[in-house]
C-alpha cells in the first residue's frame, strides 16, 4: 500500500464548475497535511494546508480533512482554465520532517 | 512565503561527468533540507534529508556514494550527481521549512531539469 494515494486522472471538469481532488493515507499519526499546485516543467507550490480535522476555506479553494477515515481532499470552486495543472496530495508522517508525495492528479478545465 | 533558490535550472552533460546543484534559502536560515527528483509523469520522490552541519540521510534506494549531499551553510545545500548517467536525467527540486514555524510545510525551489547524454 502506497503512502499517499491520489487518482492520477486525468479529471476533467468545465469552466465554472467545481473540481474535486481526493487523497488518501496510511500513516494514520500524520499531523499535517498539504495541497500543491504544479504546472507542467515547474516546481510545486503550496495551494493549501490543513491540519485539524474538518473544513479550511482559502479563496476558491476549501480543503476538507477527515483523521478517522485517512482521507483529504480539495474543493476547487468556480474553476478557471488557470487551474489546468497537476495538485499533489502530500503528508508529513508522524515524527517526521519530510513530506510524501502522492503520485498527483492532472486536472485539466476546459473553457 | 520563505524563498528557495536553485541553480543552474537546467543543465545538459556528457555521461559520466559530475554535476553539481545549488540550492540556497535567500531570506531564512533552514537547518534542514530536502531533495526530491522527479520523473516525467512521476510524482516527487524524496532522495535525501540534508541537515546543516551533519551527514545527509538518505532514502531506501538512494546511492549516498552517487548523489553527494553538502549542507555546509543554514542558507546552503549542495547534490553532486557523480558519473552521471543518462538513467539520472530527471527534474531535481530541493526544498525547505520554516524550522521556527514547525508547521511542515516545504517552500520549493524552482528545479534544476538534469539532461546526461
Known amino acids: 500500500q502506497k503512502e499517499v494515494e491520489q487518482n492520477s486522472g486525468p479529471l476533467s471538469v468545465p469552466e465554472g464548475a467545481i473540481a474535486s481532488l481526493n487523497c488518501t493515507y496510511s500513516?494514520?499519526?500524520?499531523?499535517?497535511f498539504f495541497w500543491y499546485r504544479q504546472y507542467s516543467g515547474k516546481s510545486p507550490e503550496l495551494i493549501m494546508s490543513i491540519y485539524s480535522n474538518g473544513d479550511k476555506e482559502d479563496g476558491r479553494f476549501t480543503a476538507q480533512l477527515n483523521k478517522a477515515s485517512q482521507y483529504v481532499s480539495l474543493l476547487i470552486r468556480d474553476s478557471q482554465p488557470s487551474d489546468s495543472a497537476t495538485y499533489l496530495c502530500a503528508v508529513q508522517p508522524q515524527g517526521a520532517q519530510k513530506l510524501v508525495f502522492g503520485q498527483g492528479t492532472r486536472l485539466t478545465i476546459n473553457p | 512565503g520563505a524563498v528557495v533558490s536553485q541553480h543552474p535550472s537546467w543543465v545538459i552533460c556528457k555521461s559520466g561527468t559530475s554535476v553539481k546543484i545549488e540550492c540556497r534559502s535567500l531570506?531564512?536560515?533552514?537547518?534542514?533540507m530536502f531533495w526530491y527528483r522527479q520523473f516525467p509523469k512521476q510524482s516527487l520522490m524524496l532522495m535525501a534529508t540534508?541537515?546543516?552541519?551533519?551527514?545527509?540521510?538518505?532514502e531506501q534506494g538512494v546511492e549516498k556514494d552517487k548523489f553527494l549531499i553538502n549542507h555546509a551553510s543554514l542558507t546552503l545545500s549542495t547534490l553532486t550527481v557523480t558519473s552521471a548517467h543518462p538513467e539520472d536525467s530527471s527534474f531535481y527540486i530541493c526544498?525547505?521549512?520554516?524550522?521556527?514555524?514547525?508547521?511542515?510545510?516545504?517552500?520549493f525551489g524552482e528545479g534544476s531539469r538534469l539532461t546526461v547524454l
Open positions: 526544498s525547505a521549512s520554516l524550522t521556527t514555524l514547525n508547521t511542515g510545510e516545504l517552500f
Open positions: 531570506d531564512f536560515q533552514a537547518t534542514t
Open positions: 500513516d494514520r499519526g500524520s499531523q499535517s
Open positions: 540534508s541537515n546543516e552541519g551533519s551527514k545527509a540521510t538518505y
